[in-house]
């Protein structure tokens, strides 16, 4: 990774941002394939998501995550959702700078809280949300498949 890590929101989708989430989606998921430029230009479109990207100091992006926000009758809720750095990077600080920037968004429209899931393999990644101030919840997340 060259020089310091910036992170912003992607406002547009280009050429390079399809390449890097080609190149950063196999390192979150296996079995998720990499998002096409329209499916990037949803989320970038939505009113509901925040894509946040960070770059290093030669601007290749080496890590992302979607913030979702959304109202319901109590109030503002915001979601952290695919935190993914480069292996390359890990450990220069893109997790914690996305994250970061994460909360302070969702502060800024209001979110009284930030929830996030991460799997207990990520041992590092668990380690910087609690750094962070993330509590673990006693809740039971359920999932429907259709």
Excluded: C, H
Excluded at 72 to 89: F, K, M, Q
Excluded at 91 to 102: C, I
Excluded at 134 to 139: A, I, N, S
Aim: hydrophobic content about 45%.
């Amino acid at each position: 990774m060259t020089g310091p890590v910036t992170v912003s929101e992607a406002t547009g989708v280009d050429p390079g941002l399809v390449e890097a989430f080609a190149r950063l989606i196999p390192q979150l998921s296996s079995s998720s394939p990499a998002p096409t430029a329209a499916e990037l230009g949803d989320i970038v479109g939505s009113d509901a998501s925040v894509l946040l990207v960070a770059r290093d100091g030669a601007g290749v992006v080496v890590g992302s995550l979607t913030l979702a926000l959304f109202r319901v009758p109590t109030g503002i809720r915001a979601w952290i959702e695919d935190v993914v750095v480069d292996e390359s990077a890990r450990g220069a600080g893109a997790g914690e700078a996305l994250v970061r920037a994460a909360v302070d968004r969702a502060r800024s429209v209001g979110a009284t809280s930030v929830d996030l899931t991460s799997r207990p393999s990520r041992e590092a990644a668990n380690r910087l949300y609690v750094r962070l101030g993330f509590e673990l919840r006693q809740t039971n997340v359920y999932r429907w498949k259709g």
